[in-house]
């Protein structure tokens, strides 16, 4: 673990500022956002209408959110918050509940 963050860290670095997700950035998004009002703290959702993302994949939560903000994927809800979120905030989001395994 500590190696794949040196070398996402080093990967960031070489890209500078070029389309790499940011776990942190991720994390101040899930909360500034208000996914964690819903999803819980680190991921754990403690209302059962509420799906837990704690152990999804960075695919999975990306295309989800994708999916939401385009409309291919209907949740009144979810719609409603994937409206507000850049691509950036997608991948960092992502990125963020892929490092919750
Ligand atoms: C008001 C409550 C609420 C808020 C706020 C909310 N969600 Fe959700 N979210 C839901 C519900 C309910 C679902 C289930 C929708 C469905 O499957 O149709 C869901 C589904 C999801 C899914 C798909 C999970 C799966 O297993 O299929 C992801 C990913 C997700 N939300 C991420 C987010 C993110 C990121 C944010 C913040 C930008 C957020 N949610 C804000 C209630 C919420």
Redesign the pocket.
Known sequence: MKFVLAFCFSLAMISAGAVQADAAAGQS??AA???????GAGGVSTVA?????KG?NAD??SK??TD?RSGA???P??NA??A??SDA??RN?ADY?DGLK
């Open positions: 998004a899930y956002k208000g996914c964690i009002g819903c999803h209408t509420n799906p837990t993302l999804k999975f939560v989800s959110l939401f994927r209907q949740n809800i979810m918050m994937a507000g979120l905030d997608i989001i509940i």
